[in-house]
């Protein structure tokens, strides 16, 4: 399987559930992003890793929790959600800094 | 305050007509890159754009970047239904030492354009 890959495709979930979303890239890539894509705003950053260092937390809620445990694989752990946190979840990869960044097809979460 | 401003946010056309997207910002980037994105799938790299003036063609597609460096447009020759879809500009700002990007890219709005046999 090549470029970025997504699980689950689709997620619906109460707000009192623990889920978590994997991504995953065979590019050899050392940077993964996280992004949140909501209806009528634009691409938000949420987290930035760089050799599975978290390089970046772009003001995100606590109910968010990134997790990287190599360079190939990324989580986004999440927990106690709101309605409003209901979005597309893309993941991305970059080969360091480079910023050209391949997006994988993300995960449309729903928050009940 | 958006910080890349995308004009026009729809676009409605038929096949064979001729098209132009905007991104524009008072700030200066170090690179900009186009995206299209197609529903329930995620933004596909189209070009990146690194010199002021620079142009570069993909096919029917043409992309400026402004001698600036504040500004990008992208234009489409006698569009198909198959370019319907999500156009998103990404600006790098590039800030750091010696202008090593972070990786940060921030995105306009997008234009969705749908092209109409």
């Known amino acids: 399987e090549t470029g970025v890959t997504q699980t689950p495709r689709h997620l619906v979930m109460g707000m009192t559930n623990k889920k978590s979303l994997k991504c995953e890239q065979h590019?050899?890539?050392?940077?993964m992003y996280w992004y949140k894509q909501s209806a009528k705003k634009p691409l938000e950053l949420m987290f930035v890793?760089?050799?599975?260092?978290?390089?970046e937390n772009n003001s995100v809620p606590s109910r968010f929790s990134p997790e990287c445990p190599n360079s190939s694989h990324l989580f986004l752990h999440l927990h106690t959600l709101q309605p409003e946190d209901s979005a597309l979840y893309l993941c991305?990869?970059?080969?360091?800094?480079?910023?050209?960044?391949?997006f994988g097809p993300g995960t449309r979460l729903t928050v009940l | 305050t958006q910080l890349l401003e995308q004009s026009p946010q729809f676009l409605s056309i038929q096949e064979g007509e001729n098209l132009t997207v905007y991104c524009n910002s008072s700030?200066?980037?170090?690179?900009l890159q186009w995206y299209r994105q197609e529903p329930g799938e995620g933004p596909v790299l189209l070009v990146t754009?690194?010199?002021?003036?620079e142009v570069k063609k993909l096919k029917r597609l043409t992309f400026q970047f402004g001698d600036a460096r504040k500004d990008s447009s992208l234009h489409i020759t006698a569009a198909q239904p198959g370019d319907t879809g999500l156009y998103l500009c990404?600006?790098?700002?590039?800030?750091?030492?010696?202008?090593?990007?972070?990786?940060?890219?921030?995105f306009g709005q997008g234009t969705i354009l749908t092209v109409h046999p």
């Open positions: 991305a990869s970059s080969y360091r800094f480079n910023n050209e960044q391949f």
């Open positions: 590019l050899g890539h050392n940077a």
């Open positions: 890793y760089n050799f599975k260092e978290q390089t």
């Open positions: 700030s200066v980037f170090s690179s």
């Open positions: 754009v690194v010199t002021g003036g």
């Open positions: 990404a600006g790098d700002l590039g800030l750091g030492a010696g202008g090593t990007s972070y990786g940060k890219l921030t």
